[in-house]
């Protein structure tokens, strides 16, 4: 079954402390992506890679980390300073110009 | 910057009705453009993908068209049924020589069908 997984499904967490949210595809895939979901804002791009062993800032990077050291994985480490972190994380990927495929979403609620 | 609207930004219909869904963006010089479908808490489902040099895409009960020169797009869902009832989100990647193709979504139409 060819996908992209993303885990925890939710993710609670304290202020202050740092979080890393999984991503993983088995669809070989170069490019993966880091979006951030919030009610009446739409998807906001938080860091994409094009290849392995790189990765660009997209809109809001600040206080997110990404790490890309193999083709099928994509984690995101939200930092504590990230000033509002409670939200919806999507994962997705995509091979050249074609469709880019999604994950389930992990919803993390820091308080 | 590219601009991506999507209008309405929700709508309520009976079931059996055909329906059309609109996705429109400022800038014309794009490479594709993608309709997703996005259930209430859980990632985007890829639906349709039109190349810029494509008119229309079909699938099932769901026709995607594209006018570059008017920068639209619009979903055409026919005989609709409550198992449609979600957000239906387009999104554009732009045509950069040697970019990153990074693609910009419209904030979606919430769609309800009701029996």
């Known amino acids: 079954d060819g996908g992209i997984t993303q885990s925890p499904k939710y993710l609670f967490r304290k202020e202050g402390q740092n979080v890393t949210l999984s991503c993983e595809q088995n669809?070989?895939?170069?490019?993966m992506y880091w979006y951030r979901q919030d009610p009446g804002q739409g998807l906001r791009l938080i860091y994409y890679?094009?290849?392995?062993?790189?990765?660009q800032k997209g809109d809001i990077a600040e206080g997110y980390s990404v790490s890309r050291e193999k083709k099928e994985s994509f984690p995101l480490t939200v930092t504590s300073a990230q000033k509002n972190p409670t939200a919806f994380y999507l994962c997705?990927?995509?091979?050249?110009?074609?469709?880019?495929?999604f994950g389930p979403g992990t919803r993390l609620t820091v308080t | 910057k590219q601009e991506v609207t999507q209008i309405p930004a929700a709508l309520s219909v009976p079931e059996g009705e055909n329906l059309v869904l609109n996705c429109s963006f400022t800038?014309?010089?794009?490479?594709?453009l993608q309709w997703f479908r996005q259930d209430p808490g859980k990632g985007l489902t890829s639906l349709l993908l039109?190349?810029?040099?494509?008119r229309e895409q079909t699938s099932g009960r769901l026709n995607a068209s594209l006018d570059k020169s008017s920068g639209r797009s619009t979903l055409y869902i026919a005989a609709s049924q409550p198992g449609d009832s979600a957000t239906y989100l387009c999104?554009?990647?732009?045509?950069?020589?040697?970019?990153?193709?990074?693609?910009?979504f419209g904030r979606g139409t919430s769609l309800i069908v009701h029996p």
């Open positions: 997705a990927s995509r091979q050249g110009q074609n469709e880019q495929y």
């Open positions: 669809l070989n895939h170069d490019a």
């Open positions: 890679s094009q290849i392995v062993n790189d990765f």
């Open positions: 800038d014309s010089a794009i490479y594709n």
């Open positions: 039109i190349q810029s040099s494509q």
């Open positions: 999104a554009v990647r732009p045509f950069i020589s040697g970019g990153s193709y990074i693609p910009t």
